[in-house]
């Protein structure tokens, strides 16, 4: 087995994985130009899009409705349930994922080891995921943008991020990951800053001297009475409305699934990000969300973004609180960039989705044509078009329109982890049948297959609890129930309409294809470059060593090369 080769051989072989599953059915398939992806995408992009590629306006901009609605302790709750979930669903892709970056992800993955019909339905549900997040992003900017300039038609904000995220997306996967690479960047120093603050803020460090301590815990208390219910039953609906924003906060994590057939070096540089995933689990969702249920307490109505009056983020808030003067400001920028890069990244995974799916015979083939750098523009520009969905917010309040989207892509995401989990079971079956040993895996958990088992059944749970209060006497509400429901009861549909479309039975374990596409991925399996004079060697320390101190707070090796 060849497994270390050097870097000009993996120039070979920088086309679409994909490409070689259509050639496993044909000996002389040879992929035209016009349908390969190209694999630019370095560790360091990987590495940041990993961890702060996805963090956007659910952390910085929803946790505000989360935390009104469940209180301090709910919403840290309610995020350790969730973060549970996202930790078992990223050690379950990246077992897949590292041993098959295939163009697509998990979609052409639920192709090999489950059925077509799972394949159409999770890829369609995943499409629809995160064409949805894009008009969401796009609204919650421009609820941030209301902070400096209350007055202006939000058709300007949507306009100008949308032009933001469109034009990076169109410049092809190198510059989408360099620029992801700068935002996810700024994200990482936003929330660690932030935190920072909010802990010198909570001890009294502000300006005013306030000692807040757990005062809010104490006064209005530590959960919040649901819609004024009172009882277990008021506390258990306001948790699970926080479990549903931290379900849109945490979706996007499987990102490094779909950035898996445009990686270099994947069988190295994916296992090093599942790796780093639990950094972003335990110190920007965790310790962000437990800073916030201190700093402001949950009747505070500026943290209803349905409101006009909404100040955009509990973090500003709280500084404002505090009686900082000018740093509002210069968070709200910051927060800004968030909203462009969760937006850049949401139009990268559509589009990403919507190729796997062409690539899978279930959407047109047109979508699966390419520019001469690998750049899939019919996919990109197909998945943009939705994006004027965010228009929505010129006649209706930015906030409620982020509310109505983020609950969709929460439900949708949840969908996806849970198709995540049974593909994982039926890859790990027919693995172990087919005489593999899971030690064989470039990367592998001590937790399968029961994290697999954790992410469907409290996937499930959350799914069916989601918009629970609409079904109490006199709280119907059409749009909460439409926006939650919706992907739940469309998911068994797709798999159905398939199932009788396509009659394909599902695939044994024995006849599940571990193999095509390996020869190609081995070829670009390779040491990590070493530095070819003494300034290259200067600048990857350099920048390694401010991505570790930043990011994990311990030294490596900067042997990536950047």
């Known amino acids: 087995m060849n497994s270390l080769s050097s870097p000009d051989k993996e120039k070979a072989f920088e086309v679409d994985i994909g490409s070689a599953d259509h050639a496993s059915s044909n ?11 190209h694999r630019e995408l370095k560790n360091r992009h990987v590495a940041m899009i990993s961890i702060g590629g996805v963090i956007g306006t659910g952390l910085f901009l929803g946790t505000g409705s989360a935390l009104m609605n469940g209180g301090p302790l709910g ?25 098959l970056p295939v163009a697509g992800g998990h979609i052409k993955l639920a192709e090999r080891f489950v059925d077509p019909a799972f394949s ?8 629809y995921n995160w064409t949805v997040t894009l008009p969401a992003e796009l609204s919650a900017a421009a609820t941030i943008i209301n902070f400096w300039h209350p007055g202006v038609n939000n058709a300007v904000w949507i306009t100008m991020c949308l032009v933001v995220a469109v034009g990076i997306n169109m410049s092809g ?12 960047s700024i994200k990482v120093v936003t929330i660690i800053g932030l935190i920072i603050l909010g802990i010198v803020l909570d001890l009294g460090g ?10 809010y815990w104490r006064d209005p208390g530590p959960f919040v009475q649901f819609y004024g219910i009172s009882g ?12 549903t924003q931290a379900a849109f906060a945490y979706a996007g994590s499987e990102v490094v699934a779909m950035a898996a057939a445009e990686a270099r070096n994947p069988r190295r540089n994916l296992p090093k990000a599942i790796r780093r995933v639990y950094i972003r689990l335990l110190l920007f969702y965790i310790g962000g969300v437990f800073v916030i249920g201190l700093l402001v307490p949950s009747n505070n109505p500026l943290l209803n973004v349905n409101s006009d009056n909404a100040s955009a983020s509990p973090f500003v808030i709280a500084i404002n609180q505090a009686g900082i003067k000018g740093l509002p400001a210069v968070i709200n920028a910051a927060l800004l960039t968030s909203a462009w890069s969760a937006a850049s990244s949401d139009l990268y995974i559509a589009s990403r989705g919507l190729y796997g799916l062409a690539a899978s015979g279930n959407a047109p083939k047109v979508l699966l044509r390419t520019s001469r750098s690998g750049l899939p523009y019919i996919a990109v520009a ?9 228009y929505m917010a010129v006649s209706t309040s930015s906030g409620m329109v982020f509310t109505w989207f983020s609950s969709m892509c929460a439900t949708a995401g949840l969908t996806t982890w849970f198709g995540i989990g049974v593909i994982y079971l039926r890859f790990r079956k027919g693995f172990l049948a087919q005489g593999h040993k899971i030690i064989e895996l470039p990367y592998s958990s001590r937790l399968q297959p029961f994290a697999a088992w954790w992410a469907i059944g409290a996937s499930l749970v959350t799914l069916f609890f989601s918009a629970w209060e609409v079904f109490l006497r006199d709280n119907w509400s059409t749009a909460t ?26 695939v044994k374990p024995n006849e599940m294809d571990f193999h095509s596409g390996i020869a190609e991925i081995e070829a670009m399996t390779h040491a990590d470059v070493r530095p070819r004079n003494i300034v290259e060697a200067f600048w990857m320390w350099l920048v390694s060593f401010l991505l570790v101190m930043v990011v994990t707070g311990r030294f490596a090796h900067p042997s990536d090369k950047m």
């Open 27 to 37: 000996d002389n398939y040879t992929p035209p130009p016009d349908f390969r992806l």
């Open 75 to 99: 919403l840290l709750l309610g995020y350790i349930f969730i973060g549970s979930i996202c930790y078992c669903v990223m050690i379950t892709i990246g077992e897949m994922i590292s041993y």
């Open 120 to 127: 159409f339905a999770l890829g369609w549900n995943l499409w």
């Open 173 to 184: 996967v190198g510059m989408y990951g360099e620029t992801e690479f700068i935002f996810a």
């Open 206 to 215: 502000g300006p005013n001297h306030d000692r807040i301590g757990f005062r």
């Open 232 to 243: 277990m039953t008021g506390r258990f609906l306001g948790w699970s409305r926080v479990v």
């Open 382 to 390: 197909t998945c943009a078009s939705f994006s004027l969905l965010a």
């Open 481 to 506: 129930f439409m926006t939650n429901y919706l992907p739940v009861m469309l998911f068994p549909v797709l798999y159905t309409i398939a199932k009788i479309w396509k009659r394909v039975p599902l």
